[in-house]
């Protein structure tokens, strides 16, 4: 019988084939407790499972395919230094040391004592890396069993399956791991029970092109071994055993969309510019240094959002030194031969723990101490990252980019410390390069101030997500309220308008690096709105020139000034901009 599975949908397309179903998440262990004098032997088998899996993945980054999307090396680099992190590593020893814990009963308490950490972080994208933990944690019990050499050999080389019958694969969850695995099998898309839009697995399923649901509840229990399923990567719906009809049609579905994104390649190259010449600017947003590749490839005129929390975060509340971030930023910069690139100093904070001793005392983390609030509270390490940005200057374009300003105490302050930073330079006789300073545009309080925020900087960068999420009065993370996150809102429209005609009044340049800029249904409202300048993920580039390519501004702006006032009338729908 024909059934359906709602999910997130995480990258576009359609995969229609067998399932193959991955094992369920297996974190269930038996507990006992070991006698004193076993607690060496303990410590040992625990610590060989897991130099087991770290070389294991060392392999897998030594073996790695040359047409592996970079993305996933970054990945498996950071499932490596989860796995030597002393917060997990000193936690499991303490466990049985202390606890006399088994192995295993020790490794699951100190993830579930980690887990708590990252469920209390306001950031959905960082509240998600603790699925990466959760896949490490995994990977050691499953080495400890000895079935997890079992399981890929069998996932990624399926057996009885005829060669040219597509394969879909249906799992619990997926490590970035266990998708380079699959690399080069037969799989032609995949669907997962848990994870979210910002999920390592939806990183990397958009990086490797396929389609993807993930977040579809129940799935691995639903579907049976080699049953048919629909993947719809655009709708976020997976198709069970599907009719004939069903099948015919999604299979002329799927064939549009091969012609769509071939004759979308040939916009690579194409300059951004609308049907009335209006010269529109398409970055990339990047997580990585050597996502800097990713976004060349994609034929983006420069990065528009480098996050460097990356480098911030899983080193134990060791922060990194200005070396490890000097050499970084310069790897992103002559990544992108050229090309500007724009880096947002760190947005961490109390809802952001950096090491195991730090607890969330704040009543409402997304309120609290965070991005350039928690920069200002230690200016010696917000200058170590000054200095690495400034010094990466000097191999390239950079713009240097501040989070969630909102008083004048911050800008003041935070000017001050840039020109602290470079004087401190220029005493150790280091070099360094020019950069414009921008402010992000993300709290309402900023949006309203914009006038004083361009006497300031060189550049704005609206945050749409977060700008949304304070409008409102709205956690996007809480699935009790997420229908009332709506890009749409008049509240929402009128200051993105607002803050891009005052760019544009004053002759500074304003970009949105938001989920709107990728969107390639709010392409032609932001460019009546008069924006010049988009950044996205780099698999969404192509999707957005298209739509700027088709665009004309003079018409545009009178449409979209209609569309402002049907929402600030309530009479603004969603099918209204399409």
Not at 140 to 166: C, F, K, N, S, Y
Not at 182 to 195: D, Y
Not at 251 to 257: A, V
Not at 265 to 293: F, K
Request: charged residues 20%; contains cysteine; glycine residues 6%.
């Amino acid at each position: 019988m024909t059934f359906s599975i709602h999910g997130l949908a995480v990258a576009r397309g359609i995969a229609i084939g067998r399932a193959v179903l991955a094992a369920a998440s297996r974190m269930e262990v038996v507990h006992y407790f070991i006698e004193p004098d076993q607690v060496q032997a303990e410590l040992e088998r625990a610590r060989r499972s897991r130099d087991a899996v770290t070389l294991e993945l060392q392999r897998l980054q030594t073996e790695m395919p040359a047409d592996a999307p970079q993305e996933l090396a970054a990945l498996l680099d950071v499932h490596i230094l989860l796995l030597q992190d002393e917060l997990l590593v000193g936690g499991v020893r303490q466990w049985i040391t202390e606890r006399l814990y088994n192995a295993e009963w020790a490794l699951t308490t100190q993830l579930e004592l980690v887990s708590r950490q990252f469920d209390e972080m306001e950031d959905e994208y960082l509240r998600e890396r603790k699925a990466d933990l959760e896949q490490v944690v995994e990977r050691i019990l499953r080495h400890m069993r000895g079935t997890h050499a079992a399981d890929v050999a069998r996932l990624a080389t399926p057996g009885g399956v005829e060669g040219a019958t597509p394969l879909v694969l249906v799992a619990h969850d997926l490590s970035p791991a266990d998708m380079l695995q699959f690399k080069q099998s037969v799989f032609a898309g995949f669907v997962t029970g848990i994870g979210g839009k910002t999920s390592h697995t939806a990183i990397v399923a958009r990086s490797m092109d396929i389609p993807a649901v993930v977040g579809a509840r129940g799935v691995s229990q639903l579907v049976r071994q080699d049953d048919w399923v629909i993947i719809d990567g655009d709708a976020g719906v997976v198709i069970v055993d599907p009719s004939p009809m069903v099948l015919d049609e999604y299979r002329f579905r799927q064939r549009q969309i091969v012609l769509e994104r071939e004759r979308l390649q040939r916009l690579r190259h194409t300059p951004s510019v609308t049907l009335d010449g209006q010269p529109i600017e398409l970055l990339a947003n990047i997580e990585q240094p050597a996502d800097a590749a990713l976004a060349l490839q994609a034929g983006v005129v420069g990065v528009g959002l480098f996050r460097t929390e990356f480098l911030f975060m899983n080193r134990g509340g060791r922060l990194p030194d200005e070396e490890t971030q000097y050499q970084a930023y310069r790897q992103a910069v002559e990544g992108m031969q050229g090309l500007p690139v724009t880096i947002r100093t760190v947005d961490v904070g109390a809802d952001k723990p950096l090491d195991k001793n730090h607890r969330d005392s704040s009543l409402n983390p997304a309120l609290g101490l965070r991005a350039i609030r928690w920069s200002l509270s230690d200016p010696a390490m917000f200058r170590t990252q000054l200095r690495a940005i400034l010094r990466a200057a000097a191999h390239g374009q950079v713009r240097l980019l501040f989070p969630m300003l909102a008083h004048w105490s911050e800008i003041r302050q935070t000017l001050a410390q840039v020109q602290q930073a470079r004087a401190e330079l220029d005493a150790r006789g280091l070099g360094y390069g020019p950069v414009q300073l921008g402010a992000m545009i993300e709290v309402p309080a900023a949006a309203l101030m914009v006038r004083q925020f361009l006497a300031h900087f060189d550049f704005l960068s609206i945050g749409t997500n977060d700008l949304i999420q304070y409008t409102l009065a709205i956690d996007r993370a809480d699935e009790a309220v997420a229908e009332l996150y709506d890009p749409l809102h008049p509240a929402v429209l009128r200051l993105v308008a607002d803050v891009i005609a005052e760019g544009a009044r004053v002759g500074k340049p304003v970009c949105v690096c938001g989920e709107m800029a990728g969107d390639a249904s709010m392409t032609r409202l932001l460019l009546g709105l008069g924006l010049r300048s988009f950044s996205m993920q780099p698999a969404q580039t192509l999707t957005v020139k298209q739509e700027v390519l088709r665009a004309d501004t003079r018409k545009l702006t009178s449409w979209a000034a209609q569309l402002l006032e049907q929402a600030e009338s309530g009479q603004l729908v969603a099918a209204s901009i399409a």
